[in-house]
């Protein structure tokens, strides 16, 4: 149900009366919660919010969130717990155990099999066809997804564990748990000894057994599910197709630990190469933005978010109480200065940067590329021969799809109509209609009304009849020409979360347009997160993602540095208009 993004309807707090009629709905759904669990769940003064989704298929969900994880979903008035939930009460639900590698499969949307569910020696749970089950893996209790049942248990081993036996709705590392905070699930030892593989049987009862200490085959069922997290079905901004997964299997670090030796390397390069003396105090938002994100090598893009750190100012005071390189203080309220650098630190002092690896020093051209820069192409408008047009061209010998000008198809048509010595005697401007044009032009309840059309009507209803094509030249390369009509770039201005503005941009790629390399200026610029993800219902398209509303910032770089004409860009108008000055 959340393999594939889904859209956010609205986003709003829940009233008193629904937080208790919902504390007796999920009393009633799952009485195996006792009161006191339920408050714990759901507290009283903690701040809920009901976000209305329609997913990918269209169907309506009603999520409950928080602490930013959706805890519960409702479809069709039945509550289904989510896996932030599970992973506080883990015997919430029956529990069908399966082998991580067929984790990554449900998280793309598949169904459990029942080849692919392992039997504990207890057997199997005692479920009914519709009841609500938990997903494991083997060694971990912790649930990695939910569904339901599609036979009974009975049913099940009648058939010889063949068919599906789950339906999955909701699984670890789906959209859903992307919504939230994206942690990892814990180790939970499983309560009852699950079988082996083949070479742990061969040692017989006493190694399965050995659950006070994390085995080696616990350790390996973890790192199993901390690989299918670093590899999620949205892919993050910084990450191109295959190349983000690929080095982390490389070097068998996580994403989160690549972005935190990158940050620590921007920051060394910046304090070595870029910081002096005289520039003290600095601004450590100053620092971060002239500093650390010129020192980022080409080809990656730093992100603070995706750090272990999350904000600037726990990474400053890391590198001020754990390494000494720095010292932070708040010179005015709220507003933190590195006041003093220690350049004699051996950390600064044996750091080296390897030459080729720093983007330029350009702060407004740091993510272009200086070898081949950006020309707009020249968009016009093209027409194509279509099936009943087809014989007011064949004297110019062109076939079903030939694409034309305006001005080509002018010519084509007057000398068509010369040719055929149809222009109207008396008068000139008007042009006589014979059979051809009859069928090619006129709809049926025209054929004994008109007769003669004018030249501009003419050459209008043949325009209007022919298939709309666009032309793209851009300097120094063939011209691409595609059906239809240009899409605009489509700037839009959405809500996410607690009153938060996102702003949207797509159809970049359409004017030969980088979306990750706009997403890169834009978030130097604006000092905002910034994502590129797979724009849904297409194959090929692309969303670019900045935190806030940057609408002004996005028509500048448009408009005023890339020269793209404001007819070709949707949104620009609902742009903040500055106030007036007194």
Same mark, same amino acid.
């Given at each position: 149900?959340?393999?594939?993004?889904?859209?956010?309807?609205?986003?709003?707090?829940?009233?008193? $009366?629904?937080?208790?009629?919902?504390?007796?709905?999920?009393?009633?759904?799952?009485?195996?919660?006792?009161?006191?669990?339920?408050?714990?769940?759901?507290?009283? +003064?903690?701040? %809920?919010?009901?976000?209305?989704?329609?997913?990918?298929?269209?169907?309506?969900?009603?999520?409950?969130?928080?602490?930013?994880?959706?805890?519960?979903?409702?479809?069709?008035?039945?509550?289904?717990?989510?896996?932030?939930? %599970?992973?506080?009460?883990?015997?919430?639900?029956?529990?069908?155990?399966?082998?991580?590698?067929?984790?990554?499969?449900?998280?793309?949307?598949?169904?459990?099999?029942?080849?692919?569910?392992?039997?504990?020696?207890?057997?199997?749970?005692?479920?009914?066809?519709?009841?609500? /089950?938990?997903?494991?893996?083997?060694?971990?209790?912790?649930?990695?997804?939910?569904?339901?049942?599609?036979? $009974?248990?009975?049913?099940?081993?009648?058939?010889?564990?063949?068919?599906?036996?789950?339906?999955?709705?909701?699984?670890?590392?789906?959209?859903?748990?992307?919504?939230?905070?994206?942690?990892?699930?814990?180790?939970?030892?499983?309560? *009852?000894?699950?079988?082996?593989?083949?070479?742990?049987?061969?040692?017989?009862?006493?190694?399965?057994?050995?659950?006070?200490?994390?085995?080696?085959?616990?350790?390996?069922?973890?790192?199993?599910?901390?690989?299918?997290?670093?590899?999620?079905?949205?892919?993050?901004?910084?990450?191109?197709?295959?190349?983000?997964?690929?080095?982390?299997?490389?070097?068998?670090?996580?994403?989160?630990?690549?972005?935190?030796?990158?940050?620590?390397? /921007?920051?060394?390069?910046?304090?070595?190469?870029?910081?002096?003396?005289?520039?003290?105090?600095?601004?450590?938002?100053?620092?971060?933005?002239?500093?650390?994100?010129?020192? /980022?090598?080409?080809?990656?893009?730093?992100?603070?978010?995706?750090?272990?750190?999350?904000?600037?100012?726990?990474?400053?005071?890391?590198?001020?109480?754990?390494?000494?390189?720095?010292?932070?203080?708040?010179?005015?309220?709220?507003?933190?200065?590195?006041?003093?650098? *220690?350049?004699?630190?051996?950390?600064?002092?044996?750091?080296?940067?390897?030459?080729?690896?720093?983007?330029?020093?350009?702060?407004?051209?740091?993510?272009?590329?200086?070898?081949?820069?950006?020309?707009?192409?020249?968009?016009?408008?093209?027409?194509?021969? $279509?099936?009943?047009?087809?014989?007011?061209?064949?004297?110019?010998?062109?076939?079903?799809?030939?694409?034309?000008?305006?001005?080509?198809?002018?010519?084509?048509?007057?000398?068509?109509? +010369?040719?055929?010595?149809?222009?109207?005697?008396?008068?000139?401007?008007?042009?006589?209609?014979?059979?051809?044009? /009859?069928?090619?032009?006129?709809?049926?309840?025209?054929?004994?009304?008109?007769?003669?059309? +004018?030249?501009?009507?003419?050459?209008?209803?043949?325009?209007?009849?022919?298939?709309?094509?666009? =032309?793209?030249?851009?300097?120094?390369?063939?011209?691409?020409?595609?059906?239809?009509?240009?899409?605009?770039?489509?700037?839009?201005?959405?809500?996410?979360?607690?009153?938060?503005?996102?702003?949207?941009?797509?159809?970049?790629?359409?004017?030969?347009?980088?979306?990750?390399?706009?997403?890169?200026?834009?978030?130097?610029?604006?000092?905002?997160?910034?994502?590129?993800?797979?724009?849904?219902?297409?194959?090929?398209?692309?969303?670019?993602?900045?935190?806030?509303?940057?609408?002004?910032?996005?028509?500048?770089?448009?408009?005023?540095?890339?020269?793209?004409? =404001?007819?070709?860009?949707?949104?620009?108008?609902?742009?903040?208009?500055?106030? +007036?000055?007194?």
């Amino acid at each position: 149900m959340f393999a594939k993004p889904f859209r956010v309807k609205c986003n709003i707090a829940i009233k008193g $009366s629904d937080r208790r009629k919902l504390k007796a709905d999920i009393s009633t759904a799952f009485p195996i919660l006792s009161a006191e669990q339920i408050s714990e769940l759901i507290p009283n +003064k903690e701040e %809920l919010n009901v976000v209305k989704i329609y997913t990918h298929k269209g169907d309506s969900v009603t999520l409950y969130v928080m602490h930013k994880n959706p805890i519960f979903f409702e479809v069709e008035r039945k509550l289904y717990p989510t896996v932030y939930t %599970l992973w506080l009460f883990p015997d919430l639900l029956p529990v069908f155990t399966t082998w991580p590698a067929v984790l990554q499969k449900l998280a793309g949307g598949a169904d459990l099999m029942l080849p692919g569910v392992v039997v504990p020696p207890s057997g199997l749970p005692g479920v009914k066809q519709g009841d609500l /089950c938990a997903i494991t893996v083997v060694r971990n209790r912790a649930p990695v997804g939910i569904g339901t049942a599609t036979m $009974s248990t009975a049913e099940m081993l009648g058939a010889g564990m063949k068919g599906k036996g789950l339906s999955v709705f909701h699984t670890y590392t789906d959209q859903l748990w992307a919504f939230g905070d994206k942690s990892s699930p814990p180790t939970i030892a499983p309560s *009852d000894p699950e079988p082996a593989d083949s070479e742990e049987h061969s040692e017989g009862s006493e190694g399965a057994e050995e659950e006070e200490e994390p085995s080696p085959s616990t350790n390996t069922a973890a790192r199993t599910l901390q690989d299918l997290q670093t590899t999620p079905h949205c892919p993050e901004p910084e990450e191109k197709a295959g190349e983000g997964s690929e080095e982390a299997e490389e070097d068998g670090r996580t994403p989160q630990e690549q972005m935190d030796e990158l940050l620590l390397q /921007c920051f060394l390069h910046a304090l070595k190469i870029k910081v002096k003396k005289s520039d003290l105090p600095l601004l450590t938002s100053t620092f971060l933005r002239n500093h650390m994100f010129a020192c /980022c090598p080409s080809g990656k893009q730093l992100d603070i978010k995706k750090s272990s750190y999350k904000k600037l100012s726990k990474f400053l005071q890391c590198m001020q109480q754990q390494r000494k390189l720095i010292q932070v203080k708040e010179l005015s309220k709220g507003v933190e200065s590195i006041v003093e650098v *220690d350049w004699k630190h051996r950390e600064i002092r044996s750091f080296s940067v390897s030459e080729g690896s720093v983007l330029e020093e350009a702060p407004e051209e740091s993510c272009r590329d200086a070898e081949k820069p950006y020309h707009p192409p020249e968009i016009s408008t093209l027409y194509s021969v $279509s099936t009943r047009l087809l014989p007011l061209f064949r004297d110019a010998q062109l076939k079903k799809g030939a694409v034309l000008t305006a001005a080509e198809v002018r010519t084509i048509i007057t000398n068509y109509v +010369k040719s055929n010595e149809l222009v109207d005697e008396i008068n000139k401007n008007y042009v006589t209609i014979n059979p051809i044009l /009859c069928d090619s032009l006129l709809d049926k309840q025209e054929y004994q009304e008109i007769e003669k059309l +004018k030249w501009d009507d003419l050459f209008n209803r043949c325009l209007d009849r022919m298939q709309h094509c666009h =032309q793209l030249l851009f300097p120094g390369q063939e011209p691409i020409i595609r059906k239809g009509h240009i899409e605009p770039i489509d700037i839009t201005i959405v809500s996410r979360g607690s009153n938060k503005k996102v702003t949207l941009i797509k159809n970049l790629e359409l004017y030969g347009l980088e979306p990750h390399s706009i997403a890169s200026i834009l978030q130097q610029r604006v000092q905002a997160s910034s994502a590129v993800n797979p724009l849904p219902g297409s194959k090929d398209k692309v969303l670019v993602q900045i935190q806030g509303n940057q609408l002004v910032h996005v028509g500048r770089l448009l408009v005023d540095e890339y020269k793209i004409p =404001q007819k070709h860009i949707l949104g620009l108008d609902k742009a903040p208009k500055p106030g +007036k000055k007194k």
